[in-house]
C-alpha cells in the first residue's frame, strides 16, 4: 500500500521566517497529494493539493510542487504568521477510486511573534 | 460552505458500554463517509468507509462488530463502540465526501476515554 513520510515535528519559527515541511511518498500506480491543515480545536481543512505531475498547488501564500521524479510534495511558505501555527498533514489519494487517503504523522508549526 | 460536525466532541465512558459517535454533514449531502483514529502524535489511520445506504468497508485489521458504523442517511454517519475497553481510548475523526470531487471534508473530532 502508499505510505508518507513527513517531517517530524514540532517546528518552531519566528514570524517571517521561510517555512518548509517535507513531504514524500511511496505509492503505485498514479497517487494524488494533498496538504491539510488543523488549527487548534478545528477539524482537518484541505489546505491545497495536486493532480499531476509539476502541478502546483498554491493557497494562502503556502505552495507545494508535486514532483514525481522526487516523490515528493513539500509545503512552503515565504513568509509565515502567527495564525499559521496548525498541525499540518501530508495525504495521498491513489485514484483508484475509492476516495480514501494515506496520511503522514502530520508535523505541528507555531510562529511565535 | 461543507461543514461536518461531530458529536459528542468528548466522552467519557466505563469500560464494558458502549458509545455512540455521529458525524453530520451540514451543508452537503454525503454519499461517502470515513472514520479515522488518531492516537497521540501519530497519524490518522483509516478504520472504515461508509456509502450511504450499503454496509461499510473496515479496512484490515478492524474488528466490523466492534466498531459499528451505520450510514442511514447522506448526511448522517454513525460509529459506535461496542463494550468499550481502555484501549480503545482514542480521537475519532469521521470525514465526508460528495462523490463528486476527491476533496474529504473533516469533522472537528471526538475524544473517546474510556475508564
Known amino acids: 500500500g502508499n505510505s508518507v513520510t513527513q517531517m517530524e515535528g514540532p517546528v518552531t519559527l519566528s514570524e517571517e521566517a521561510f517555512l518548509t515541511i517535507n513531504c514524500t511518498y511511496t505509492?503505485?500506480?498514479?497517487?494524488?497529494p494533498f496538504w491539510y491543515v488543523q488549527y487548534p480545536g478545528e477539524g482537518l481543512q484541505l489546505l491545497l493539493k495536486a493532480t499531476k505531475a509539476d502541478d502546483k498547488g498554491s493557497n494562502k501564500g503556502f505552495e507545494a510542487t508535486y514532483r514525481k521524479e522526487t516523490t515528493s510534495f513539500h509545503l512552503e511558505k515565504g513568509s509565515v504568521q502567527v495564525s499559521d501555527s496548525a498541525v499540518y498533514f501530508c495525504a495521498l489519494s491513489d485514484n483508484s477510486g475509492n476516495e480514501k487517503l494515506t496520511f503522514g504523522t502530520g508535523t505541528r508549526l507555531t510562529i511565535i511573534p | 460552505g461543507a461543514v461536518v460536525s461531530q458529536h459528542p466532541s468528548r466522552v467519557i465512558c466505563k469500560s464494558g458500554t458502549s458509545v455512540k459517535i455521529e458525524c453530520r454533514s451540514l451543508?452537503?449531502?454525503?454519499?461517502?463517509m470515513f472514520w479515522y483514529r488518531q492516537f497521540p502524535k501519530q497519524s490518522l489511520m483509516l478504520m472504515a468507509t461508509s456509502n450511504e445506504g450499503s454496509k461499510a468497508t473496515y479496512e484490515q485489521g478492524v474488528e466490523k462488530d466492534k466498531f459499528l458504523i451505520n450510514h442511514a442517511s447522506l448526511t448522517l454517519s454513525t460509529l459506535t463502540v461496542t463494550s468499550a475497553h481502555p484501549e480503545d481510548s482514542s480521537f475519532y475523526i469521521c470525514?465526508?465526501?460528495?462523490?463528486?470531487?476527491?476533496?474529504?471534508?473533516f469533522g472537528p473530532g471526538t475524544r473517546l476515554t474510556v475508564l
Open positions: 451543508d452537503f449531502q454525503a454519499t461517502t
Open positions: 470525514s465526508a465526501s460528495s462523490g463528486s470531487t476527491d476533496t474529504q471534508y
Open positions: 505509492a503505485t500506480g498514479y497517487p494524488s
